[in-house]
């Protein structure tokens, strides 16, 4: 079975950084298209940055481009995320997701995998 798990979570001050990572298991073929998302309670989950197999294009939300850089390695099957220059409104449940087809997509919905997440708290 494909499973995804994130890690690299924590509490950090403003302005820190932390690395997340996921690491996928199961088939040994890498994920056209594998992407960072986020949720607070009370809010819908959040499109954070995605990436895709081959040529490695990136995508960035819009509350995060220039601090968070999103990148894989897709012999090991792993998907990672420097997140700097933290702020208290990153702070947040941050998800791993795969989707099969080789189309990006900003939309939780769309997505066919994921990882239990893993907490992100910034203190002010």
């Known amino acids: 079975q494909v499973q995804l798990v994130e890690s690299g979570g924590g509490l950090v001050q403003a302005g820190g950084s932390l690395n997340l990572s996921c690491a996928a298991s199961g088939p040994t073929l890498s994920f056209p298209v594998m992407t960072w998302f986020r949720q607070v309670p009370g809010k819908e989950r959040e499109f954070v940055a995605s990436i895709g197999r081959i040529f490695g294009r990136t995508y960035y939300g819009d509350s995060v481009k220039g601090r968070f850089t999103i990148s894989r390695d897709n012999a090991k099957n792993t998907l990672d995320l420097v997140m700097n220059n933290l702020e208290p409104e990153d702070t947040a449940v941050y998800y791993c997701?795969?989707?099969?087809?080789?189309?990006?997509?900003?939309?939780?919905?769309?997505?066919?995998?994921w990882g239990q997440g893993t907490q992100v708290t910034v203190s002010s």
């Open positions: 997701a795969a989707r099969r087809s080789p189309h990006i997509s900003y939309h939780h919905k769309d997505y066919d995998y």
